[in-house]
Nanobody, 124 residues
Framework: VQLQASGGGLVQAGGSLRLSCTAS????????VTWFRQTPGKEREFVASVNAAGDKTMYDVPYKGRFTISRDNAKDTVYLQMNSLKPQDTAVYYC??????????????????WGQGTQVTVSS
């Protein structure tokens, strides 16, 4: 399965973006989906995750209260709503998916399916 991440862009600090993750080749509806981020020279870092049913979510501490992960299985899409963006949120954001139960893994290598990444740039 190939994932497609979209919705990135340039936004001022305090602004919002909504990232989307869709799939081709198979449905996302029975997979947990996780967003990671990566900055130059660093490993991919966990941001947020949602289980297949959409009723359990996880967030890394810096994003709690600002980001919301959700899914619409009827549209086969997972979203990451990013509010109150900060310059330090600047990164390439990737969606990843795999068959995992809650609590989902926060380790990138545990995910088999990946999107190409979408750039988020937050200006100060």
């Amino acid at each position: 399965v190939q994932l497609q991440a979209s919705g990135g862009g340039l936004v001022q600090a305090g602004g919002s973006l909504r990232l989307s993750c869709t799939a081709s080749g198979r449905t996302l509806s029975n997979l947990a989906v996780t967003w990671f981020r990566q900055t130059p020279g660093k490993e991919r870092e966990f941001v947020a995750s949602v289980n297949a049913a959409g009723d359990k979510t996880m967030y890394d501490v810096p994003y709690k209260g600002r980001f919301t992960i959700s899914r619409d299985n009827a549209k086969d899409t997972v979203y990451l709503q990013m509010n109150s963006l900060k310059p330090q949120d600047t990164a390439v954001y990737y969606c990843a998916a795999d068959q995992q139960e809650y609590p989902m893994s926060v380790v990138a290598m545990r995910y088999r399916y990946w999107g190409q990444g979408t750039q988020v740039t937050v200006s100060s």
